[in-house]
């Protein structure tokens, strides 16, 4: 937990960017009738019934110190989809010595899916750039693509997108929004406050 807040915590720093990476399913959704539509002193009224038209997958990464982030779907989430995201993140940051990345502690969330997925000097050279920086088991409010979720949840996904291409537009749409505002997430819990709150797991001092 220290390690992660002690990342938030520091200075930006272009050649060592913090980068809170992490993924959820999402389903499509489509109406079965018309909603009825908006109408003075009326919202937008939607039959409770509503067709599913399956899941995919997203993936957030979120620059803690700048407040840009990219949103990408995806058809599933496996060994080669987390490498992917990996590449793409390597990419994103040429200048940088070191990528260090928020994370939890999903299955595919190691190096062993890197190599799994890629060659091996494809491997090697990813994980030479990225520092992996794992939240505690049941801790994963400690990444801020958590709250970054709660605000896409709120602000794009809490309608019915009946297929993938809807889905990114509106998805799209958000994320081009936030990144030219530079929206970050407004973290104020570091280590001293955790040795407070959490004190209970901490060891006992003389």
């Excluded at 530079?182 to 406050?193: A, D, E, P, S």
Aim: charged letters at 25%; proline letters at 5%.
């Amino acid at each position: 937990m220290e390690d992660v807040l002690d990342l938030y915590a520091e200075p930006y720093d272009p050649v060592l960017p913090v980068v809170c990476f992490d993924e959820k399913s999402v389903q499509l959704l489509a109406d079965v009738q018309d909603p009825l539509p908006l109408a003075p002193g009326k919202p937008l009224r939607q039959d409770y019934e509503y067709l599913r038209c399956g899941t995919v997958n997203l993936f957030v990464a979120l620059e803690a110190h700048t407040g840009q982030r990219v949103v990408t779907v995806t058809e599933r989430r496996a060994n080669g989809d987390f490498a992917a995201q990996m590449q793409a993140l390597s990419a994103r940051f040429p200048e940088a010595d070191k990528i260090r990345v928020v994370l939890d502690n999903l299955s595919t969330h190691t190096p062993a899916a890197l190599y799994q997925s890629l060659t091996l000097e494809e491997a090697r050279t990813l994980t030479r750039r990225l520092e992996f920086h794992y939240t505690p088991k049941h801790a994963s409010w400690l990444n801020m693509a958590e709250i970054e979720w709660s605000v896409l949840e709120r602000q794009c996904l809490g309608q019915r997108l009946d297929s993938r291409e809807r889905l990114e537009m509106e998805i799209g749409a958000w994320e081009k929004e936030r990144n030219s505002a530079c929206t970050k997430v407004k973290w104020q819990f570091g280590v001293l406050q955790a040795r407070t709150k959490l004190a209970r797991h901490y060891p006992k001092q003389e």
